[in-house]
């Protein structure tokens, strides 16, 4: 069964809200923004010991978030790197969830209006 385009765009949003939910994969964002890293230094930036940078960092690379490299000089590190795609999506439901909200504080604020207008 295929499923619809918008069922797999829920999935992909609850996947990404749920890895962003960890104050300790925020945090991983937060420095994967300044630039590409290590694992290892991810980890020790964070206080963190490697395996539980690992299994937070294949939380993120799942849910689409990161991605990991071979080092230029060396392939047997990983160098883990933000993907601008999902923050993509995730900025596109924001800004739609944005514009819900506007539009009804808007017409709650004309609303108002008419009623304190008509006293």
């Known amino acids: 069964m295929v499923e619809a385009p918008l069922a797999l765009e829920a999935q992909s949003l609850d996947a990404t809200l749920m890895a962003l939910a960890d104050p300790a994969r925020r945090r991983t964002i937060e420095l994967l923004r300044d630039e590409p890293r290590r694992s290892s230094d991810l980890a020790e930036a964070l206080g963190l010991s490697r395996p539980l940078m690992s299994r937070h960092l294949k939380v993120l690379r799942r849910?689409?978030?990161?991605?990991?490299?071979?080092?230029?000089?060396?392939?047997r590190n990983r160098v883990y790197r933000l993907k601008a795609e999902r923050f993509a999506e995730l900025r596109g439901w924001v800004e739609e969830v944005e514009a819900f909200w506007n539009d009804q504080l808007g017409a709650f604020a004309e609303y108002a209006e008419q009623k304190l207008g008509k006293r």
Do not use: T
């Open 63 to 75: 849910a689409g978030l990161v991605e990991e490299r071979a080092a230029e000089h060396d392939a």
